[in-house]
C-alpha cells in the first residue's frame, strides 16, 4: 500500500512538474496574458481538467507553492526562541536565501530572471501577488492576536503584521529591480546586498521610526504652522 501510494504521489508530482515547465515556456516566449490554459495543456499532451485539477488558476502556474510559505513563515514566528521578539525571528527568515534565488547553477539564475521578468510586466501577476501578501499579513495578525491575547479591536496586532509584510514586500521589489535591470545583477550579490540592507532596514525598525526623516534641515524648511483657534478644537 505504501509502495502503491508513493509510486502515485511521484506520478502526481511528475505531473506537476510537467505542467509548470511547459507553462513557463510559454509564458517566457509569449507574456503571460498570451498564454491559455487551454494551449498549454495542449502543449504539455494533457486535459485542461487535468491543469486545473492541479492549479485552480493560472496564475496559480507562477505563485505555486505559495501556501508552503506562508506555513514556514508563520512557523518563523511561532516557534521563535523564548524571549526573541517578532521581528528577529521574521527578519531572519525573511532575509534567508532560498529557492532559485539560493541555487547556484545558471540555470536557476536564468529561470529567476524570466519569472521575475515575468511579474513585473503582467498587471495580472502583479495584482495576484499583491492579493498574496494581503492574506500574509491577515494570517500574521491572527497569530499576533493569539498570541498577545489581543481584543477585538485592538489594531496593534494588524499594524505589526502589515509592517512585517512590508518588509517582505520591500525585499521583493530589491531583488525583482536587481535582477530584471538592463545588466542583471549576478544573484549571489543580490542575497549578499540583500542581507546588508535588509539588516540595516531591520535595525532601524528595532530602534523605532519617531527620529527617522527628523533632519534638522527638513525641520528647518518647514514653515511653522498656524495656532489653532481655540474655538475649534481639533477633536471632538
Given amino acids: 500500500m505504501d509502495q502503491e501510494l508513493s ?56 505563485f505555486h507553492g505559495l501556501e508552503a510559505f506562508q506555513d514556514q513563515l508563520l512557523a518563523a514566528v511561532r516557534d521563535r526562541e523564548p524571549g ?6 521574521f527578519g531572519r527568515f525573511i532575509l534567508a536565501p532560498r529557492g532559485l534565488l539560493a541555487a547556484a547553477d545558471p540555470a536557476s539564475g536564468d529561470a529567476l530572471v524570466s519569472v521575475s521578468r515575468m511579474i513585473a510586466s503582467s498587471p ?13 499579513a491577515d494570517s500574521l495578525a491572527t497569530l499576533l ?17 502589515n509592517t512585517l509584510i512590508g518588509i517582505h514586500r520591500a525585499v521583493l521589489d530589491y531583488v525583482r529591480q536587481r535582477i530584471t535591470a538592463a545588466d542583471p545583477a549576478d544573484p549571489r550579490r543580490v542575497t549578499q546586498t540583500l542581507q546588508a540592507e535588509g539588516r540595516k532596514a531591520l535595525d532601524l525598525l528595532a530602534g523605532g521610526l519617531a527620529s527617522y526623516g527628523a533632519g534638522p534641515l527638513l525641520a528647518t524648511a518647514r514653515p511653522s504652522p ?11
Fill in 84 to 89: 526573541e521578539g517578532v521581528l528577529q525571528a
Fill in 226 to 236: 498656524a495656532p489653532a483657534r481655540e474655538e475649534t478644537p481639533p477633536w471632538p
Fill in 7 to 62: 509510486l502515485r504521489e511521484r506520478k502526481k508530482n511528475k505531473t506537476r512538474q510537467l505542467i509548470t515547465d511547459t507553462a513557463r515556456e510559454l509564458f517566457t516566449e509569449r507574456g503571460f496574458e498570451n498564454v491559455s490554459v487551454a494551449e498549454i495543456a495542449r502543449a504539455a499532451e494533457l486535459s485542461e481538467t487535468t491543469v486545473f485539477n492541479y492549479f485552480p488558476s493560472k496564475e496559480d502556474l507562477i
Fill in 145 to 161: 492576536a493569539e498570541e498577545t491575547g489581543a481584543s477585538l479591536g485592538d489594531l496593534t496586532p494588524s499594524v505589526v503584521a
Fill in 124 to 136: 495580472a501577476l502583479a495584482a495576484r501577488e499583491q492579493q498574496v501578501l494581503a492574506r500574509y
